[in-house]
């Protein structure tokens, strides 16, 4: 049984609203964030990376640039640029991406059910990737970022979703990048309720994206806990801001790779490898991207391979099975020595968003060889869920990315 509340959001005024939305925060390095602070203003991430506001010799982590955070986000929403809801609200958000929807309910999902395993994780998370929220969400007492959350499609929330979006939008922009952005509020009592009900009759729910963001939020309301001995459970910060997508819904993108090195052998040393564990399909000069579960596209000396795994390769257990496993246990470890892909300086991961052309660009510079992988789908990830076990590193790319700033979650 879920728990997903809806709540007193606080959000851009429209006027406001297409200026303030940003990408989230780790989607940029120091430089790039300073970039965008300096061109846009208005724009949240000077909230979401406050060390903009210092010289570059202030470290990020500063408890300064945390109680920057906090005073620029109470400031800005004290000065008129966001306003608070009167009551407990559910938003619908849509972002549109080269012609494809995709529509959340974005709402608060309980602390507890991300402990209890009812919020199903699929990767680990790393204790120094936490800190930095841990301490931005502590300090601004706020939740500012969501967290990506899909669910098995329901029909009453499709119902509740689709008579709304007949109505005008509170947030209608297309960003920079030229993704649309709408908003619509849930406030009537008849639908809240539905919705709510909805979703308490699932016994799972997914994180798509945002597995640090996820446990930092926990971790805060679990501190909260022990300053507040007597805490009742209905408190803010037992809760955390979420946008709840349904499965069908929702695209995963490849999420690929690139070696920097053959690990000592030869280009045909290396494909004879290959070949005890794929199948060439065909050879090309130009890119080729892999149309179906099973296919692997390799780059190597300037030619683009289309290999198909192997029988004896393929597995119906739900990570041995995974496309990228294969790679990882068969080849990329046994062969090129490269054993924990999190940690080895010899293999990068590149978001599907940038194109085969991109692998082209980092083998013709710093790489040799590259794999453009299928991308793993929503019903892999959930059964991985399920099963309780954790993807491979850089196993899924979620696009379009949830804006910074739309919503924030006050956790006072």
């Not at 446990?215 to 910060?237: H, I, Q, W």
């Not at 991207?289 to 795994?309: D, Q």
Request: charged share 30%; aromatic share 10%.
């Amino acid at each position: 049984m879920a728990k997903v509340l809806p709540f007193c959001g606080i959000r851009p005024t429209v006027e406001k609203c297409s200026k303030i939305a940003a990408l989230p925060y780790d989607v940029y390095n120091r430089e790039e964030a300073k970039e965008v602070v300096m061109k846009n203003p208005d724009s949240f991430l000077a909230i979401d990376r406050a060390e903009t506001s210092f010289p570059d010799d202030v470290d990020t982590y500063d408890e300064r640039v945390y109680k920057k955070a906090h005073d620029m986000l109470w400031e800005r929403i004290d000065k008129g640029d966001f306003v608070k809801e009167d009551k407990k609200v559910y938003y619908i958000y849509e972002l549109i991406m080269d012609g494809r929807s995709q529509t959340g309910i974005v709402a608060c999902a309980s602390i507890d059910d991300y402990i209890n395993n009812v919020i199903k994780k699929h990767e680990n998370t790393r204790a120094d990737k936490e800190v930095d929220r841990i301490k931005h969400v502590s300090t601004c007492e706020a939740q500012t970022g969501p967290i990506f959350l899909a669910y098995r499609s329901n029909d009453v929330i499709n119902g509740v979703v689709d008579k709304i979006k007949k109505t005008a939008a509170l947030y209608d922009f297309v960003a920079e990048d030229g993704i649309a952005h709408k908003a619509w509020i849930i406030s009537d009592e008849a639908d809240i309720k539905a919705i709510e009900e909805a979703f308490a009759g699932m016994d799972s729910i997914y994180i798509a994206d945002g597995h640090h963001r996820c446990a930092s939020a926990c971790k805060v309301g679990l501190m909260k806990r022990e300053e507040n001995p007597s805490y009742t459970g209905d408190e803010e910060f037992n809760y955390f801001l979420s946008v709840l997508f349904p499965d069908d819904q929702l695209m995963i993108m490849d999420y690929n790779r690139v070696v920097k090195d053959l690990n000592g052998l030869s280009n045909d040393e290396f494909v004879s490898k290959i070949k005890n564990v794929f199948d060439v399909v065909k050879e090309s000069d130009t890119a080729i991207k892999p149309s179906k579960k099973g296919e692997v596209s390799m780059y190597l000396n300037g030619r683009w391979t289309l290999l198909n795994v192997k029988d004896a390769f393929k597995s119906e257990d739900p990570i041995k099975g995974l496309d990228v496993s294969i790679l990882q246990n068969e080849i990329l470890n046994p062969v090129l020595g490269i054993e924990d892909p999190k940690t080895d300086k010899r293999i990068d991961f590149v978001g599907g968003i940038r194109g085969l052309k991109e692998l082209e660009r980092r083998c013709a510079n710093d790489c040799v060889l590259a794999f453009a992988m299928y991308p793993t789908s929503i019903g892999e990830l959930f059964n991985v869920a399920d099963a309780k076990l954790l993807m491979p590193p850089k196993s899924t790319w979620f696009e379009p990315k949830l804006r910074s700033g739309m919503f924030i979650h006050s956790i006072k």
